[in-house]
């Protein structure tokens, strides 16, 4: 079975998932709370950034088709 990178990158449990992984990874070695935070805002702020792009792009892709499609019917 083919994984979905791109489903995969927009899905917030996924960047949720990454975050709570991160957190206990900084539990574990003892980063303090003011750190643990910091890194999940960065991660979040990453997450959203990748959903954009590829949100952005599916729509790019659909408008695109839809020019196509109707220049092709003008034929």
Same mark, same amino acid.
């Given at each position: 079975m083919k994984i979905s990178w791109k489903q995969k990158l927009s899905s917030r449990r996924f960047w949720a998932a990454v975050a709570g992984f991160f957190t206990a990874l900084g539990a574990a070695f /003892? &980063?303090?709370s003011m750190t643990s935070n910091q890194i999940v805002a960065v991660i979040s702020a990453l /997450?959203?950034? #990748? #959903?954009? &792009?590829? /949100?952005e792009s599916c729509v790019d892709v659909s *408008? #695109? *088709?839809?020019?196509? /499609?109707?220049?092709n019917s003008d034929s």
């Open positions: /003892g &980063i303090d /997450g959203i950034l #990748a #959903a954009y &792009i590829i /949100g *408008r #695109a *088709r839809d020019t196509k /499609g109707e220049s």
